[in-house]
């Protein structure tokens, strides 16, 4: 981790080491390069091996926006429930509704596709931070996010050379203290085996969200194929016989999504003062807007449920993270870690020469990006609302960039990224009409409400039209909900797009320059410097602490680690475990807290001791959903479906007293495999 150092830094370091802030005991998101195992041995007499490091990493693997595992050498993969949504929801229709209903694959031909879905798997992790640095030393503004572009895209296409099955991605650590460059096997085919009725997996729904105890079975399981064959798995985690044990050390390998921990004062407060405000006023409305709805007809409910679903959650999440925001304490701790740095710098004439400025460069950035926050966002990061304009804003996209050097490109379109992207276009998917009006509809009345009606971008959407008549001209008029069309579109190139009369396709042409020209000036008058200057901020911390610490989230594989343990609420302890008993228990037989009738059937025949769900210490964020819990024998003894209440200002700390990972309790989850589900076959295959 050191190599990227330079002399100086080095020299600071030993000079500042008695003022280092290590991480506390369960803390961190650790990178497979650099995780604490002597912290680790001395704290619980295990020590985490290369080779068990190794298999951490060989047996993990990452899904859309979640985390998954091998569990079987025939490429079987566990993940949660809600991380296969995607899949379950594709293959369902009006007839077989699976979300509602499960599904399970009696036999290996029955495996359901998931056309568009891919996971990967961690290779190698290479240090590039000297070549970043030198591709970016001395420039600022446009030419730093042109040098950074550049350099990216050369080591990303120069690392895969079959981007087929290979995928390549260069990291920002430590906010642009370090690079990485991971490299992942890429697997394009994976088929859905087995997914319990959304009753089960969402037990208590949004009422129980981010709470404890739990009774969820919140689960799936997928595989991986290659040429039409089970793919043979690199690596693959074993079934524990004997479970998780209160107190017991387990590992959480995975991919945490995004925190802040790192992050200074100022870009805190942006985020409390403005960024999450408008999350909220915004989530709040489509919740609204959907559960209206879904109130509407049945059809109109289920089209609805994966939308309201993602609402809810990120909703919870949301007023979780602002809530410690808000909280006095934990700011001004902030603030007084802030300040003792800054204090520290201050007083070397050659930390101040060299990181001095970085603080107010941030904040000056960050008060930028206020004024330009609404035109950023209404023009470029939601300027392309719904399925049909999102779509025809990457065709029009994908043809410009592809006629650029790969170096030039928007990140997204490189020749590395074009494989995924074009499988993505040609998978097909259900396009609900009456779901993409009402999207399409309200954003555009958002969009209008916050540009204003005389806006240029706004004109270019809408012209004398209302936003209701121009969502129905798009949506009726597009052809873009075929594969076929989205395909020939991306194959024609600039010239299709420039011939082409589809309604979506003429807005997306329309609006295009403008979109582009919010996101440069976002990037260069606020992602530039911000870039730049956190990345002085972490090479400060470096000369003031040392290694001490980890890396904020970036969706790429960490392991963390804890033990199975309860804590204290409002005086009283909330045990670590919970059982199928108090499932029933817990069941009034009313929506959200109705178990489906595969379990009432099953349970004159369960043992209603047998445990389902467990808290642990281990340190995790969203992205860690469908992440394995394994033990110091690398065997599964959980799955990570959520995090308590308190563990929602994990964005920004973490406090060992009352912060706890959920998951799901392999005892628990084979027991309803067998006795409820009677899925023998995948049963088998997890634990023969």
Request: with cysteine; charged share 20%; proline share 5%.
């Amino acid at each position: 981790m050191r190599r990227f150092l330079t002399l100086v830094t080095l020299v600071l370091i030993a000079a500042f080491a008695t003022i280092a802030r290590p991480a506390v005991a369960d803390e961190g998101m650790w990178t497979l390069d650099n995780f604490p195992t002597t912290a680790v041995a001395k704290q619980y007499g295990f020590k985490a091996t290369p080779a068990f490091l190794d298999t951490l990493r060989t047996a993990s693997v990452r899904l859309p926006g979640c985390s998954g595992s091998f569990v079987s050498a025939s490429g079987l993969i566990m993940t949660n429930h809600h991380c296969a949504r995607g899949c379950i929801t594709n293959n369902s229709n009006e007839k077989n509704d699976y979300i509602k209903t499960g599904f399970f694959a009696a036999k290996q031909q029955d495996e359901l596709a998931c056309p568009g879905f891919s996971i990967v798997s961690l290779l190698t992790i290479t240090d590039v931070t000297t070549g970043v640095n030198a591709a970016t030393a001395g420039t600022t503004g446009a030419a730093f996010n042109a040098a950074q572009r550049a350099i990216f895209s050369k080591l990303e296409s120069a690392c895969a050379p079959d981007k087929g099955t290979q995928q390549c991605q260069v990291v920002t650590l430590y906010n642009g203290g370090r690079y990485a460059l991971y490299a992942y096997r890429k697997y394009s085919d994976v088929r859905l085996v087995f997914a319990p009725e959304e009753a089960a997996a969402f037990f208590g729904g949004d009422p129980d969200n981010f709470n404890f105890p739990r009774f969820d079975l919140d689960c799936a399981f997928m595989r991986a194929y290659q040429d039409g064959k089970p793919v043979t798995s690199p690596n693959f985690f074993r079934w524990s016989k004997a479970g998780p044990s209160a107190n017991e050390l387990i590992f959480v390998p995975g991919n945490p999504g995004s925190t802040s921990r790192l992050e200074t004062v100022a870009e805190l407060e942006s985020l409390r003062d403005v960024q999450n405000i408008a999350a909220l006023r915004s989530l709040s409305e489509r919740r609204g807007l959907y559960s209206q709805f879904a109130t509407e007809s049945p059809e109109h409910a289920r089209q609805a449920t994966s939308v309201l679903f993602g609402i809810e959650n990120s909703l919870k999440a949301t007023i979780g993270h602002e809530t410690t925001l808000l909280d006095p304490t934990f700011m001004a701790k902030k603030r007084a870690q802030e300040a003792a740095d800054r204090a520290a710098i201050a007083k070397s004439p050659v930390l101040a020469k060299k990181f001095g400025g970085a603080y107010d460069a941030i904040a000056a950035a960050e008060l930028r990006a206020r004024d330009l926050q609404i035109t950023y966002t209404y023009r470029e990061t939601q300027g392309a609302p719904g399925f049909y304009l999102a779509t025809a804003r990457t065709l029009v996209r994908a043809a410009a960039e592809r006629t650029k050097p790969d170096a030039q490109r928007l990140r997204g379109f490189n020749d590395a990224a074009l494989p995924q992207l074009v499988a993505v276009l040609g998978a097909p998917r259900p396009i609900f009409a009456d779901l993409e009006k009402t999207t399409l509809a309200y954003s555009l009345t958002k969009t209008r409400e916050f540009l204003g009606p005389d806006d240029a971008y706004v004109k270019a959407l809408l012209g004398n039209d209302s936003p209701e008549t121009v969502a129905a001209r798009i949506i009726e008029g597009s052809k873009l909900a075929d594969p076929a069309a989205r395909k020939a579109l991306y194959d024609g190139g600039a010239a299709a797009i420039a011939a082409s009369t589809d309604p979506a396709i003429v807005v997306a042409r329309a609006t295009d320059a403008m979109s582009r020209a919010a996101r440069q000036t976002f990037e260069d008058q606020v992602g530039a410097p911000i870039a730049k200057n956190d990345a002085l901020v972490a090479q400060a911390q470096f000369a003031l602490h040392g290694l001490t610490t980890y890396p904020d989230a970036t969706f790429t594989l960490r392991v963390t680690y804890g033990t199975v343990k309860g804590w204290m609420e409002r005086g009283a302890p909330v045990a670590p475990f919970t059982t199928f008993g108090g499932a029933f228990a817990h069941a009034t037989g009313s929506d959200p807290f109705a178990l489906p009738a595969s379990w009432t059937a099953a349970r004159s025949t369960l043992d209603p001791a047998t445990p389902l769900d467990f808290a642990s210490t281990a340190d995790i964020i969203g992205g860690n959903s469908g992440s394995p819990v394994v033990n110091a024998k690398a065997e599964i003894v959980g799955l990570i479906f959520d995090g308590n209440i308190h563990s929602l200002g994990g964005d920004y700390g973490y406090d060992m007293r009352d912060n706890r990972a959920v998951a799901v309790d392999s005892l628990g989850l084979l027991a309803a495999l067998r006795t409820i589900y009677h899925a023998d076959r995948l049963a088998s295959e997890l634990a023969p």
